[in-house]
């Protein structure tokens, strides 16, 4: 079995990485779909200018080998091969760049009227988040910290610095905007299946918006090297039906009360 994981990359459906991991996690909202799309459309002009450029490298080693021809043509110029040359280059990136720009503009893309508001902010080293849209006063709001599970204490089925003690739930198939910033040093809140990377810079509020289309945990962490503790800044994003949805942040707000 453990040769075979050597031998062989795997190719996992997941929401966290795996071992031996080839590709992208499973995409969870569109733009991470719009994203491995583009990645994999990108990918194929580079094999076929891979294949084309090792071809003509092969065919020029062989046809100019010393032995084979000692006295090689000489060729000052081929007017065609330049024009070719020149312009099929400068179409290639004009294919990728018109997808890539209407993704980018997806992506910075706000939602208008989200279904909820989450604030995120970083700390040294946890997280904070606050749902505005429950915050009626100073005694009633839901905001809670978010801390790393130990390395020598996570349950079984628990993943290394990965699981947190409190994940930030969120309604499946809702428009959700998170509100990013940071109380102290730089970091970045990152969650590869959702397609989302956002930077927290003090003094600063950054936005970005999400739409999980299924429900499931989803695994990130920070991603700009934020300090000593930079690996223990570990994100879960568990996307819920909108009726369990609920009943969770009702049962958030009575334990707030309490």
Partial sequence: MIVLEWLFLTIAPCDAAEPWQLGSQDAATPIMQGITDLHHDVFFFVILILVFVSWILGRALWHFHYK?????????????????????????????????FALLYSMDEVVVDPAIT?????????????????????????????????????????????????????????????????????????????????????GRLNQTSISVQREGVYYGQCSEICGTNHAFMP????????????????????????
């Avoid at 040294?124 to 809670?144: A, G, I, M, P, V």
């Avoid at 910290?145 to 198939?173: C, F, H, M, W």
């Avoid at 994100?235 to 309490?258: C, H, M």
């Fill in 68 to 100: 084979k021809n000692p006295i090689p043509q000489r060729i000052v110029h081929g007017t065609t091969i330049e024009i070719l040359r020149t312009i099929f280059p400068s179409i290639i990136p004009m294919f990728i760049a018109i997808p890539s």
């Fill in 118 to 202: 989450i604030k995120a902010i970083g700390h040294q080293w946890y997280r904070t988040y606050e749902y505005s849209d429950y915050n009626s006063s100073d005694e009633q709001s839901l905001t809670f910290d978010s801390y790393t599970i130990p390395e020598d204490d996570p349950e079984l089925g628990q993943s290394r610095l990965l699981e947190v003690d409190n994940r930030v739930v969120v309604p499946a198939k809702s428009y959700i905007r998170f509100i990013v910033t940071s109380a102290d040093v730089p970091d970045s809140w990152a969650v590869p299946s959702l397609g989302v990377k956002c930077d927290a810079v003090p």
């Fill in 235 to 258: 994100i879960v994003v568990e996307a819920v039906p909108r009726k369990d949805y609920g009943s969770r942040v009702s049962n958030q707000l009575i334990q707030t009360e309490a």
